[in-house]
C-alpha cells in the first residue's frame, strides 16, 4: 500500500511541474533577460541577469496582469526604493547594503499609513 501511495504522489507531482511554463531567457551582450510566467502563461516576473547574478530592475505581476512589485538588484543585492502595490495600498521599501532601511506605506488617499 504505501508503494502505491508513493507512486500516486510521484505522479501527481510531475504531472504539476508538467503544467508550469518554462522561462524565456534572452542574451544581449553580457546582460541576459528573464521572463517567467504564472500557469496561465500571463507574465510573473521579469528583470535581468548580469554574471549570473540578478541585476537592474525587476518587476512582478500578479495572475492577471497587473504590476504588483517593482525594485532594482545590483550584482544580487536589493539596492534602492522598491515600491509594492497591493489593493488600495503602496509600501515603498527602501535597501541599504542589502537590508531594509525604511519602509512607508500609503493608502489611497495618499496619507501615510506607517513609516518604520
Given at each position: 500500500?504505501?508503494?502505491?501511495?508513493?507512486i500516486?504522489?510521484i505522479?501527481?507531482?510531475?504531472?504539476?511541474?508538467?503544467?508550469?511554463?518554462?522561462?524565456?531567457?534572452?542574451?544581449?551582450?553580457?546582460?541576459?533577460?528573464?521572463?517567467?510566467?504564472?500557469?496561465?502563461?500571463?507574465?510573473?516576473?521579469?528583470?535581468?541577469?548580469?554574471?549570473?547574478?540578478?541585476?537592474?530592475?525587476?518587476?512582478?505581476?500578479n495572475?492577471?496582469?497587473?504590476?504588483?512589485?517593482?525594485?532594482?538588484?545590483?550584482?544580487?543585492?536589493?539596492?534602492?526604493?522598491?515600491?509594492?502595490?497591493?489593493?488600495?495600498?503602496?509600501?515603498?521599501?527602501?535597501?541599504?547594503?542589502?537590508?531594509?532601511?525604511?519602509?512607508?506605506?500609503?493608502?489611497?488617499?495618499?496619507?501615510?499609513?506607517?513609516?518604520?
Amino acid at each position: 500500500m504505501k508503494k502505491i501511495l508513493m507512486i500516486a504522489a510521484i505522479l501527481c507531482t510531475g504531472a504539476l511541474f508538467a503544467q508550469e511554463m518554462e522561462p524565456k531567457f534572452e542574451q544581449n551582450g553580457d546582460v541576459v533577460k528573464g521572463t517567467f510566467f504564472h500557469e496561465n502563461g500571463v507574465v510573473m516576473q521579469e528583470g535581468t541577469y548580469k554574471d549570473g547574478k540578478l541585476d537592474g530592475q525587476w518587476v512582478m505581476y500578479n495572475q492577471e496582469g497587473k504590476k504588483v512589485a517593482l525594485g532594482k538588484y545590483d550584482k544580487g543585492e536589493k539596492i534602492g526604493k522598491w515600491f509594492f502595490w497591493k489593493e488600495d495600498q503602496l509600501t515603498e521599501v527602501d535597501y541599504s547594503n542589502n537590508s531594509i532601511a525604511e519602509v512607508t506605506t500609503w493608502n489611497n488617499s495618499n496619507v501615510i499609513v506607517s513609516n518604520d
